[in-house]
């Protein structure tokens, strides 16, 4: 299980201070996909790193807890941090390339990770579970992949041996971040559908992030959406998408492009996200907002529960503008 409360991640820059996550908790069971949405800038990767115990040196984690199994993710040191990498929590990217050493073929890289992670001494030993790994993930002819160099491979196939190598540890928790975004929409659909599987086969507690709120339902039971860093909207993704409470939510459901809504009827969400230095004061999302009221400039909406989720906006507290 993953738990994830009141969770504050700030970055420290000559610039000043940046708070990237406010104020966000969830949970997600073994088994069970949690999906991040937001615009760009709005803490998605910020919110990953902190689960996965990977927070660049300039960010700190100033509230809250993330526990896995119990264990407070944020109160470990470097040691115990470098120990849980892998064997509780794995991170994979948008990026597979980045992931990789070039210098190092597919199989030196595995088996690195099955000596250190596994405490497998054995050269045998390591192969056969890089094996097993890059079988888990439906990598056809994983002999060859073994000996092959990173450049040698397409993306489609590096992000294969990306996921590979972050279930390789059997951790309880995988963290993707956009894994899809750089493949063609047919690569696209057999990662969502392999993560899948492995969630559900694994036991993995699976936290997806994209801007893309259309690929959600593909992976995810719940979906979480962000805005400048505050939790807007959170609930069971058929609910959220169906019917969003939040207007960002309902704004960004908008911009889902569908066959049925023809050209032009796509609509961008107006105005940018605020920057985060000089963020407005009350409902973080009022200056963009179709439904603003006179309260929502002056007044942060807190999280209430509602028809099975949790909403951050001002329509639904009940003592001022609860017409919904
Ligand atoms: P994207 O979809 O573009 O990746 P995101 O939703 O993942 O965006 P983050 O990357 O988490 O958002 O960024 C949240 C805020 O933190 C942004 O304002 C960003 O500029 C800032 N930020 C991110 N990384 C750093 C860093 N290493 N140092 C300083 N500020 C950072
Ligand atoms: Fe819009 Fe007000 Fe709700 Fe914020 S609190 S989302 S400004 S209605």
Avoid: W
Wanted: with cysteine.
């Amino acid at each position: 299980m993953l738990e994830v409360r009141g969770l504050h991640v700030s970055y420290y820059t000559l610039g000043g201070v940046i708070r990237a996550v406010r104020g966000v908790s969830f949970r997600v069971s073994p088994g069970k996909g949690l999906c991040i949405v937001g615009e760009s800038g709005s803490g998605k990767t910020t919110l990953g790193l902190a689960i996965a115990g990977a927070l660049p040196p300039n960010a700190r984690a100033s509230r809250g807890s993330v526990r896995i199994d119990g264990a407070n993710i944020l109160e470990l040191g470097p040691e115990d941090l470098e120990r849980v990498r892998g064997s509780l929590v794995s991170m994979v990217f948008q990026d597979p390339a980045a992931s990789f050493n070039p210098l190092f073929t597919i199989g030196q890289t595995l088996g690195d990770i099955a000596r250190h992670k596994l405490g497998l001494a054995e050269r045998s030993e390591a192969r056969e579970a890089a094996l097993a790994a890059l079988r888990r993930v439906g990598m056809p002819d994983p002999e060859r992949v073994l000996d092959a160099y990173p450049h040698e491979l397409s993306g489609g196939m590096l992000q294969r041996v990306a996921i590979a190598a972050a279930i390789l540890p059997r951790p309880k928790v995988l963290v993707a971040d956009e894994p899809t975004t750089m493949l063609d929409v047919t690569l696209q659909y057999q990662i969502l559908k392999l993560l899948n599987r492995l969630k559900e086969t694994l036991g993995l507690a699976l936290v997806f992030i994209t801007h893309n709120l259309g690929i959600a339902a593909e992976v995810c039971e719940d979906i979480l959406v962000l805005y400048a860093g505050h939790m807007v909207e959170l609930g069971p993704t058929d609910k959220v998408l169906e019917e969003p409470l939040h207007p960002y939510t309902q704004a960004l459901i908008e911009c889902i492009p569908r066959i049925d809504r023809g050209p032009g009827r796509l609509k961008p969400i107006p105005g940018s996200m605020p920057d985060p230095r000089r963020l407005p004061g009350g409902c973080v999302f009022h200056p963009r907002c179709p439904h603003v009221m006179d309260i929502c400039r002056e007044r942060d909406p807190r999280p209430v529960a509602l028809d099975k989720r949790v909403v951050s906006c001002l329509l639904y507290n009940g003592e001022k503008g609860g017409a919904r």
